[in-house]
């Protein structure tokens, strides 16, 4: 069975830090791309960061450019978000997606995404 499993979720004051895991199993991961989508209350859920199949080259929204980190390690089946200067407005529920294509250069394609996590809990304090 498919699955991705998030981690690292958890509260944190604004100016603060978190890294987000994403463990992979049922099926090989590290040929495709990865992402993180994030859904706040009363929004869309929206691709934050995106990294190709080999880590390569990475895709971030503008609202976290330069704030988040997202990297992999293909021997491990694992993704991360590395999230710096966070902000209440980064308050969300965060999912780790995969995406379908193998070798594909669709990492920045919110649709290429059909895999997801069930999502874990992220809430930046004023």
């Known amino acids: 069975q498919v699955q991705l499993v998030e981690s690292g979720g958890g509260l944190v004051q604004a100016g603060g830090s978190l890294r987000l895991s994403c463990a992979a199993s049922?099926?090989?991961?590290?040929?495709?791309?990865m992402g993180w989508f994030r859904q706040a209350p009363g929004k869309e859920r929206e691709l934050q960061a995106g990294?190709?199949?080999?880590?390569?080259?990475?895709y971030y929204a503008d609202s976290v450019k330069g704030r988040f980190i997202i990297s992999r390690d293909n021997s491990k089946n694992m993704v991360y978000l590395q999230m710096n200067s966070l902000k209440p407005e980064d308050t969300a529920v965060y999912y780790c997606?995969?995406?379908?294509?193998?070798?594909?250069?669709?990492?920045?394609?919110?649709?290429?995404?059909?895999?997801w996590g069930q999502g874990t809990q992220v809430t930046v304090s004023s």
């Open positions: 990294i190709s199949w080999s880590g390569g080259r990475t």
């Open positions: 997606a995969a995406g379908l294509r193998p070798f594909s250069n669709d990492y920045a394609i919110p649709q290429s995404y059909i895999y």
């Open positions: 049922g099926r090989t991961f590290s040929n495709v791309a």
